[in-house]
């Protein structure tokens, strides 16, 4: 995808079973998450995993849902979503996931529609 021009965020990628210990939930529960859009995992590294830097307080970043779809709509893959939140921004001079966990899901937001 030539929206990602620079290396992704270093970040831990937890699976499913440390999701299910950190998030206190059953493992149905966290396949649901994934499938309302609350997380984004990836395979690419072997078992589904997801950064470590979508939690925030052992809970999916509120602002993370919203994005997540925007970038979906805009055909986005899982990994294409996922590079994305973790790569450097040029516009925001940040990774749109540090944006997110600083509160600036509008921003982040407004940069994502436009990438359709």
């Known amino acids: 995808m030539s929206a990602i021009e ?3 965020l270093p970040t831990d990628w937890l ?14 529960r966290v396949h649901r998450l994934f499938d309302e859009q609350y997380l ?3 395979r690419r590294n072997g078992p589904l995993a997801v950064p470590a830097l979508f939690l925030q307080d052992d809970q999916p970043l509120p602002s993370l849902r ?6 979906k709509d805009a055909g986005f893959s899982d990994d294409e979503v996922i590079d994305w ?3 450097e921004e040029e516009s925001i ?5 540090a944006a ?6 509008s921003e982040v937001r407004r940069i994502a529609r ?3």
């Open 6 to 8: 620079t290396a992704p």
């Open 15 to 28: 699976t499913l079973p440390d999701l299910v210990e950190i998030l206190g939930e059953s493992l149905g």
């Open 40 to 42: 984004v995992g990836s």
């Open 66 to 71: 919203g994005t997540i779809i925007v970038l």
């Open 85 to 87: 939140l973790l790569a």
């Open 93 to 97: 001079g940040r990774s749109p996931i």
């Open 100 to 105: 997110l966990r600083d509160g600036h899901k």
């Open 114 to 116: 436009t990438l359709a």
